[in-house]
């Protein structure tokens, strides 16, 4: 019998590397995801200078545009995303979800402005008839909200360097109202008369649309959107504790009474690394993070990672780290999925099919670890792409092959290969491992957790681009290469994975695997007998009590 779900909060604090609830059902506050279309929040954790995925769920991610590394800070409620005020913004490409034409929505942002005496955007839409709805700084201080040719305004001014909590409800039958930390602040911004048609722009968070104006001068912490008037109590829990949709619900093992009333005993449970039993797929569960998995070790310095072998999803792959880079099929359809021995998987033609996704894959000369499973058709001997990404030039473009059964790894015209015989029909992993700063000659290569014996080419410092973003089975900007197969487990680090972590891929499924929790019971009750487990009872070593 199961144990409890109840709603009570997990004390770890929820970010990319923790794990955080990623809908209402893991979340210990449900309420907050009901009708949330888009929630970007740099609060979760470093998503690099390109991307701000978008963690609703709706797979809206916003386009980063000017940043560096050093944009991303610490601030008191986990980290912060930096805006200069002079050219870094985000661009979401939603078309008519995000254009509220007589719906009721709410907006809400944490936001510490740099300077508040110039006009600064927090979120605006707009489209080339000056249709448009915003929120935004105006140049006094003051919060102001803009739907078509209604403004409202806050009746405070924001002081600059402290962070607030801003939201604005729209009811569309009737007034908009802005929200200060909680509490309604200004009055009540009649907006009945105002029709929104907006149809086909983009969203942009921290400018005027293309980055044109007004840009943000200070640092973000998060911004969502509703299609639903928030509550007062709700816009409270927000700015109470901005992480709230994200903390998870907590597992609680439970007792009966006569065992909870003892003086003396102590429940609780204790977390080891050894992997539950259960098979892990999207119907049985499976670890979503490095707290709940059984090999904790390769969640770190995950970017992304893809696992058809978890359950057939449509043709849609999805990306499992938490960045929500899915994938979507090129040429493929539902009908090309199939069973192999690791579970799921479906079968590239080597002509069109690809699985295009939107990560970036790893930029620069960051270091990188790819790790992917494939089982080529037999004796195929084309040129095979497992994962391409980057700009096609000299050292800055990645694509991972197996050419007539060798591994070869490929950085623009600079290239290392090992190994023969890939091209068996078998299922391989293969591992590829370039360092930080890096050329061919410093790469490894390693196939089924054995080290190949490699030939370099080239001497250039590689250095990736960020044209085109990761594809399975095609290279992203070259044509050719088509990957004729299956492809499981596919997964992307920005770090050098150890021989020891390349070998725990043996297992295909071997992050997913969820951590065993055994419930523990001590003091009187274990005097007495007690032995518990998961559900409303507890067992006294023959027969159940109740």
């Not at 809908?23 to 279309?37: H, N, Y």
């Not at 000017?66 to 912060?80: C, H, I, L, M």
């Not at 509220?100 to 927090?122: C, R």
């Not at 419930?519 to 005097?527: F, L, N, Q, V």
Request: charged letters at 15%; glycine letters at 12%.
């Amino acid at each position: 019998m199961p144990g409890l779900l109840l709603p009570t909060a997990s004390n770890v604090r929820p970010s990319y590397k923790s794990g955080f609830a990623r809908s209402a059902a893991e979340s210990s506050s449900p309420g907050l995801w009901r009708k949330m279309v888009g929630c970007w929040s740099p609060l979760l954790g470093n998503s690099g200078t390109q991307i701000l995925p978008d963690l609703s769920g709706h797979g809206k991610h916003a386009t980063l545009t000017n940043f560096e590394g050093t944009d991303w800070q610490q601030s008191r409620y986990g980290s912060a995303l930096d805006f200069d005020g002079l050219a870094e913004y985000g661009t979401i490409t939603d078309g008519s979800d995000f254009a509220f034409s007589e719906i009721d929505f709410t907006i809400t942002a944490l936001v510490k402005f740099d300077v508040v005496n110039a006009y600064q955007n927090i979120i605006t839409k707009y489209d080339s008839n000056n249709d448009f709805w915003r929120l935004m700084l105006w140049n006094d201080g003051r919060v102001a909200v803009s739907i078509n040719t209604t403004d409202a305004f806050s009746t405070s001014s924001l002081s600059a360097d402290t962070w607030y909590h801003i939201a604005y409800v729209a009811d569309q039958s009737a007034n908009g109202q802005i929200f200060i930390n909680g509490v309604a602040d200004g009055a009540a911004d009649p907006i009945a008369s105002q029709t929104l048609n907006l149809a086909t722009t983009t969203t942009t968070i921290g400018a005027t649309p293309s980055g044109g104006g007004q840009l943000l001068n200070g640092q973000l912490g998060y911004v969502m959107l509703h299609q639903r008037l928030l509550l007062e109590r709700e816009l409270r829990q927000l700015y109470r504790d901005p992480l709230a949709p994200f903390r998870q619900r907590r597992f609680t093992p439970t007792y009966p009474t006569a065992a909870a009333a003892a003086a003396t005993t102590s429940v609780g449970w204790t977390r080891s690394l050894t992997p539950s039993p259960v098979r892990p797929s999207y119907k049985s569960g499976f670890a979503r993070s490095a707290a709940e998995s059984s090999s904790p070790g390769l969640w770190k310095g995950l970017v992304g990672i893809w696992s058809p072998f978890l359950g057939s999803s449509g043709t849609v792959l999805r990306e499992l780290s938490g960045r929500h880079d899915d994938g979507t099929f090129t040429g493929l359809t539902g009908s090309d999925w199939t069973a192999s021995k690791h579970g799921p998987t479906f079968l590239l033609n080597g002509g069109g099919d690809a699985v295009v996704t939107t990560s970036p894959g790893v930029l620069g000369q960051a270091a990188s670890t790819v790790v992917v499973w494939f089982s080529t058709i037999s004796t195929d001997t084309a040129d095979n792409c497992l994962v391409g990404y980057g700009t096609n030039d000299t050292g800055t473009q990645y694509v991972l092959t197996v050419e007539n059964g060798v591994i070869w790894n490929r950085f623009g015209v600079n290239t290392v290969s090992g190994g023969s015989g890939f091209n068996d029909g078998a299922w391989h992993y293969v591992a590829c491992v370039k360092p930080r700063n890096g050329k061919t000659s410093d790469c490894r290569l390693y196939v089924d957790g054995t080290e190949l014996s490699t030939t370099p080419t080239g001497s250039t410092t590689l250095n990736m681009g960020s044209t085109e973003p990761v594809s399975l089975g095609s290279p992203a900007v070259v044509s050719g290469y088509r990957f004729n197969g299956y492809l499981g487990t596919a997964a992307i680090y920005d770090c050098e994975l150890s021989l020891r972590e390349i070998n725990q891929y043996r297992d295909p499924l071997a992050p997913f695997r969820q951590r065993r929790f055994t419930p523990t019971i001590s003091g009187a009750a274990e005097a007495a007998g007690w032995q518990p487990y998961w559900g409303l009872h507890a067992t006294r070593f023959a027969g159940i009590l109740t």
